[in-house]
């Protein structure tokens, strides 16, 4: 329940809990939340900080995740996703939509929208997912003059660099970039697509401020838990396209059986009730807010 029923939180807010929520002891799980009905369920179960992945918002849209949204579109997205939930967001904004400028711009939109961190990228456009091949970074000086330019405009932002260097130019010039990112002024680090226990450790032990770990799915990176990345020394592990994944699974099931049988039946043990819905929704206290709608009374099998 949020935004008119109850009280928003301020940006500054909203980037002070996500900064205390990476520095409590526990690793800081962050499931991905493409529309801000994910992000409902996912607070309902217990998670503290949500993430809108560029791939899932972009897949959301029936688009490839190569790049070529901009910076407002993403912010609409991420301000429903915060009115709804009222949890720190860490948003992905790719290579910053452009070149320094651009990321200027960026930085101001998202503080607007009430952001509370966001994850920029070495990428040069068009930009591809971290765990394909034929990558091509911007130099150090470029992302360093984003990073900077990140937190003049806006420095209540939390910013997570992101490095794709790994599987372009190897492990230790995605340790030497990721120095500068944080001289540069980066509160944390995502070194992208690593692909062994080995080298989360290795890198954990180059670099002193908090560090991202990605568990995409059908990545380069297998399937550790976030124990084992705590342990290793990572404070953060996002679940970028899961939400938009299942989702997805999850349509093409029922609407194969529609077509199929004419009827979705066999599928109402695994959808949300209009109970449930509502109580996700908070439909009842909206409801409250005008006496002129009678309430609604659902039977318990709705
Ligand atoms: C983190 C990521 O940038 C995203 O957009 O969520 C993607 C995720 C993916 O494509 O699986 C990535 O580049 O890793």
Redesign the pocket.
Known sequence: MAWIVDQPRTQKELAEEFASLVSADSILQIP?AHDPMAGLVAKEAGFLSL?L??????ASRGLP?LGFITSNEVAERARDIIRATNLPLLV?I?TGFGGVLNVARTAAEMVEAKIAAV?I?DQQLPK?????NGKRLVSTEEMVQKIRAIKKVAPTLYVVA?TDARGVEGKQEARDRSLAYVEAGADAIFP??LEGADEFKWFSNQLSVPLLA?M????KTPYFTADEFSQWGFDMV?Y??TSMRVAAKAYEMVFTEIKEQGTQKESLERMQKRSELYSTISYNQFEELDQQIAKTILSKDQ
């Open positions: 991905g993430y992945s560029g791939a899932a918002y972009t995740d992905d790719d994850q990228e591809k997912c971290g765990h394909l992101r992208e697509a990605n995409t799915e059908f990545g996002i970028p396209v």
